[in-house]
C-alpha cells in the first residue's frame, strides 16, 4: 500500500514543491491548508485536502481525530507550517513555535504517531556564522539565534528533542529559491532593471537551494527513518553577491548592472521605519530589525556531509541551473518581461 503523508503549510511555496515530489513518488499525500490558503499551486486531483485550523485547539484535534479515523495515521508528516515575517514579533513563537508543540502533542494524544515527523526549521536559528575565518556551520555547532525568528525555530527544535522516542528529522534550510518564489524574485527583478542592491562593505557568501532539489530532499530523509538529529540543507558550496549578480544578469541578457551598496546603519534606519509603517498598516514588513540582522550576517555557509551521509542529499541543481530555470517560470507566467 502507498504511504501516507500529511504536509502542513502545504498552500506556501515550499509545500506547494514538497506535496508534487510527494505525489511524484506514489505517496497517499495529503495537503494541510486554511479556509483562506490560495490553491493555485495544488490543483492536482490526487491531492487530498484537509483544512487545520491550528489556532483552536479543540477545532484542530476534531480535523486530526476525524481524519486519522477515516484512513488511518499518517505514516510521514512534514511540517512545513511557518511565519518569517510577523506585524507583531510574538507571532514568531505562536506559529514557528506553539503550532508545531500542539500538532506533536495531538499526534501523540491520538496514537498517530509517525514513523519520522520532519520540521521545516531554518539557518537562522543559528544565529550569526563564524566572519573571522569564515568556516561554516557543522553538526558541532552551537545554535545561538540572534533574531526573534531563529529563537522561534530553535524553540520549536528543542522541544522535539526533549521528546523521548518521538521520531523526528529537523532540515535547517538555507536560502530557498525557485519558481513562484517572491523575495529572492525582487532581486532578480532589480538586477533585469540595472541596478543590484546589496548590504554592507564586507565579504558576504551566501548559500542557496533549490526547492526541487530540497522537496527531493525531504522525502529521501523520511524514507530513510528518523535519526533524531539536525541537517543543514544548501548546494554544498557558497557564492558570493557579485557571482549571483552575474549569473543572473547572464540569463537575463543584462549586459551591465549597477551594483550598488548600502551601509548598515542605513539599512537599519529604513528597516525600523518599515517596521513602523508596517504596523500602523497591520501589515508584516519585509524590511523590519528582525531581517536587518539577518541581512548584515556575512558568512551563511554550512556542512551538509551529515545529510549527504544519512539520507544520500546531492541536490542536482547549480544555482546558475536553478535560476536558469526560476527565470524561464518568471517570464512565462508574466512576472519578469
Known sequence: MAKRILVTGAGGFIGGFIVAEALKRGFETWAAVRSTTSLEFLTDKRIHLIELDFSNSDTLRSQLAEAITA?????????????????NFLDFNRVNYEYMRTLVDMLIELDA??????????LSAMGEGDEKTYKPFTAKSIPMPNTRYGVSKLKAETYLQMKEGFPFTIFRCTGVYGPHERDYFM?????ASGFDFSVGFRKQMLTFVYVKDLAAAVIDALERGAHRKAYFIAEPRAYTQSEFRRIVAKKIGKRIVLPVCCPLWVVYAVSVIAEWIGK???????????KFKIMRQRNWQCDVSEAQCDFGFAPQYTLEKGISEAVDWYKSAGWLK
Do not use: Q
Not at 532581486?187 to 538586477?191: A, E, G, L, N, Y
Not at 500602523?280 to 528582525?290: A, G, I, Q
Open 71 to 87: 484512513g488511518g495515521k499518517w505514516d510521514y508528516v512534514v511540517h512545513n507550517l511557518g511565519a518569517t515575517k510577523c506585524v
Open 113 to 122: 504517531v509517525p514513523e519520522n515527523f520532519l520540521l521545516m526549521s531554518s
Open 187 to 191: 532581486m532578480i527583478k532589480s538586477i
Open 280 to 290: 500602523l498598516r497591520l501589515k508584516p514588513s519585509t524590511l523590519n530589525r528582525d
